[in-house]
C-alpha cells in the first residue's frame, strides 16, 4: 500500500528524515508499523529541490529495497534540502519498475501517492481521454497513481492559470469526484484510498481521502514546530521560539512521541509557503 | 535501433544462436556490423517455446546489457527448443525498462521489432483508440513498437478466427496501411521503419519494410536449409539430406557466409509449420 | 537469516515447488513463518540440472526480491528437472550482489547455506590460508557462505579422490572443527549456524548444526516419498507405491502437513543416488 | 579499459563536467575517442566532495550503461561541488558489480583506475598477504584496480603519518616497485597499465604508468586555468585572471581544442590544495 513523507522547512540533511528516526521511511520499507502488510519493498523513489541551482526538483528513483539501497544509503547525509519528498512503494497496479516509481514528476511539480484504485484497468482509458496530448505523452507508467495525477494536472492547468494551494485545493476535488463517477459508472464497486501530495517545493497539499465515506482512508499525519529534531531515533518538533520553522506530512508516525497530529477523513492538509498549516475538508 | 532473430526448426540449444556465431546478437549487442550505430545496450529480451510442456512460450528479459548477463550466459547453454526468437536492444523510444523489453508476449504469440516511427507520441493516442479493452490495458510500456503489435492483434482477431500465417499476413497490411494514414493526418513526414517479427512457435511471420518506398529499409536475412551448424563462430545451414530443417530469420548475417538471403524491400517472409519459406510482397 | 530448499527425485516443473505451497519458497521471501525476521528479500537464486544435455548445473540469481521477479515466475512454470536447489537471501554478511547470491557453483556441484558467523572478518583471511590458488580465486564475493565452501571443497579433494556422499560428510566434518578452532583462536563467541547444503545433481548432504551445543540450530526438515504432489497450495508426498521418487530438504515446511520430519540439531541429512535417506550425527 | 576524470575547482554543477563537453565522460562510456573497444558500458561511477557538510566525500556507482541511467541524468545537473572524480567501467577483471565499481573509498579518499593488470589472479593472494586486517577485509570486489588500491594504502599508512601528495607519490612508487616484482615472480610478463588517481578532496595525484617501458602507457590528460567553461559541446579553459581556478585531469580530452596536455609516459600527475599542478617522473 506504500508509506510516503513530505518535509517542507529549514534546510535539513535528508539522512534525519530518511534514516535516523526509529520508524524512518527506510526502516518502514521493511516493517511499516501501521499496514497490515509491513513490507513496501517494491522499489522507492525521492525528490527534493535544490533552490540554490534552480526551481526543477531532483527525482532519484530505485526499483531496488529502499533498505539496502547503497547509493541512498550514500547520498542520504550529504544532501540538504528545505523540501524533501520521499515514497517506499508496495506495488499493487502496475509492475516494479522506474516508471512505477513514485515521486512523478510534471516540470517544478512533484507528486506521490499512498492508496490506489481496484480494478483500476475498468477506468484507464476513460481517465485518460480528456487529456491534453501533452499530459497523455507524459505518462510513462502503469500506476493508477500517475494516471489521476495527469487527471489533477489536466484539471488545473485548464481551470488556473497560477499554481497556488488553493489551486491544486480545487483540482483535487474536482479529480475526486470525476473519478467517483467514472468508477460507478465502470463497475467499481470498492472504495478507492487516495491519499495523495502535490508539492511545488514552496507549498505542499496532502489529502487524506476515500471514496466511500463508510471507509476509514489511511493514515495520514502532520507535525509542525520550530525545527525538526531527531536524537537516539526519537524525532522530536521544537516549539516555535526563533526563525526556524518545519512541517511534516507523513504516512505513519516517524517514533512514538506526541508530536503527530492525524488529519481527519477526508481532509486536506494544506501547508503554505510560509509553512502555515491548514486543515480543510474535501469536497468531493 | 536493435537487432533480432528468429529460429524455427529442430530442437537447438540456444548457445549456438545467442552466443557461438562470430556475429551472434550477443556480440551484435556490443558492436552491430550493419547499422551505423553499432551499440545495442539498452536491454534484451527472449522468448523460447517449450512444447513438452505446453503452448505458451517463455519470455526472459533484462534491462541490463545482454554481453555481461550472466544469467543469459548460464541458460543459454542448457535451453533446448525449436523457436526461438531474440532481441537485443537500441533504445530510441521509452526508457530502459523491461516494460519496453522485446519480444511482447499476447497468450501463445511473441512479438519483436527493429526499426521505429520518429516522433510517434503525435499518434500514440491515435492508435489505442480502436483497440479492445483488453488490448488497450495489454500495453505495458511505452514503445512505439508494443503500440503497433496491439493494433495488429486488434486488426487479427476482429478479422479472423483462427490464427495462420495469412492472417497474420493481412493483419499486417491493415496495420501498416493505417500507420501511414494516421502518421500522414498527424504531421509525422519521415519514413517509419518496420521490421517486424510475429510467431506462434509453429510459423513465423516477418516484415522488412519502409513507410517510404523512396527509402531502404533495414536489413533482414533468411537463411534455410537441413540442419543449423556453428564452428569456431562459423554458421552453416546443411544441404537438405535428411529430416533435420531449420530457418532462421535475422537482421544481420551471423558470420561471413553465403547461406544468407536478404528479403527485398517492402516483403515478407512467412515460415510455415513444415518450415516452407514464402517471399511475398507487403501491400501496403 | 535466509531460506532454502532442495529437492531430488523424479522430474518436476520447477513452479510447483518455488510458488505453488502455501508456504513456497517465493512466499517465504516476503514472509518466512520459522524466522524471527520474516523478510528474504535481498535476491534469491536458484539452480538445476539439465541431464539430457549435460552434468553441470545451471544457475540463476538476481539481487531483486524473488517476489516481483518477472523471470523466475516466467520460467518457473517451463523448466523440468531432477535436481533443484533453491535459496531467498537476507542478507548478513555481504552487499546484496549477484556475487553473493547462492547457490555457489564449482563445476558440477552447487552449495548454499542457511545461518552465518558473527565477526566473520576476524577468520576470513585464516579460512583462504589453506586454500589451493585455484580456489582462493574461484571466491567472487564477500559471503562467510562462500568462504566455508571454498575451505570445504579444498578438504574434500585433498582428502578424497571421488565425490561420494561420505566424502562430502567427512569433508563438511573436517570444515566444522576446524572453523570452530579458527573461531575460538580469533575471539568469535558468538554460536555461527551453519545448515549447509552441498548437491552434485545426483546426491544431496545437508547439515543442521550449529557450533554451540547449548544453542539449538535453525530448522532445516525433509520429506520423502514416492511423489511429490501440490494442490491448492498444499504440499503432500504420496506413499510409495510406485517407481516415483521423491525427497525435500527445506529450511521450513511447505505447507501445514504431517509429511515433514525435522533433521535432529548437529545432523546431517543424506540423500544418495537411489533417493535414500540417511540421518547422521555431525561429528565436530 | 574504462575512462576516468577528475576535477578540483571553483565549485562548479557537475552536469558541466559529465554530460554538456561533446566528448563527455558519459559520451566516452558509449563510444570513447581514444580507445581501440570504445565500449565502457559496464557500470560506472562517480564521487564528490560535499565540503559543507563533511570531508568524506559522496559516492554514487551503478552496473547500468552511464549513457542511460536516469538517476544520474537527474542529479548531475544538481550537484555542485569543487572536487568530482568519475569512472565509466569497460569490464576485464572482475564481474560487472557495484562492488567492482570505481570509484573506490577509503575514509575521505577516493581511487579509480584505467588500465590493468593480465592474468591477475597470478599475484592476488600475493598482494594480499602484506595487508592490515582492516585492509585485507576492506576489499569487497574483484577488481585488481582495489586491491591494488588496497597495497598502497597500506604502504602509505605505515609509512606516512599524515596524508600529502608527497606521501601518495611515495606510496605509488613503492606499490608499483612491489607488484613488477610479484608480476615477474609470478610468471606475468604482459604490460600492466595503471592510470591510477587518488584523491582526498584537497588534492589530486594521478599517475600515467606502465610496467614495460617499451610499451605506451594509456593517454592521460591535463588541464588548468582560470576556470572552466562548456559552450556547445566544447570545453575551454579561460586564462587565468581572476581568482576562480580550476584543474581537470582527464583520460581523453573533452573536446577538440588546445587546452589539453598530455601527461608525459611514466609520469605523475600532482595537483596540491592550491590548484598548482606539477607533472613528475615516477621511480619505479
Redesign the interface.
Known sequence: MCRLMAYLGSPI?IDKLLYQPKNSLVNQS??AKELEEP?N??GFGLGWY?R???FEP????????A??N??LR??A??I?TDCLIAHVRA?SVG?????NCHPFQYKNMLMMHNGGVENF?NI??KI?EPLT?EL??WI?G?TDSEHIFAYLLNDLFRNHKTLSPEAVVDAFENTFKALKKMMAENNIHEAAYLNMVVTNGLFIVGTRYVTDPKEEPLTLYHSEGSRYVVEDGVTQMMAPEDDDQAVLVVSEKLSDDKDWTLIPPNHFVIVDNTLNVRIRAIKA
Open positions: 540533511i521493511i516493517n513490507l519493498g517494491d535544490a540554490e541551482v534552480n531532483v527525482t532519484f528513483v530505485s526499483v531496488h529495497p533498505w539496502s547503497r547509493n550514500n547520498l547525509p550529504k540538504r506495488a509492475e516494479v519498475s522506474e516508471s484497468s484507464k482509458r485518460r496530448d497523455y505523452n510513462k502503469q
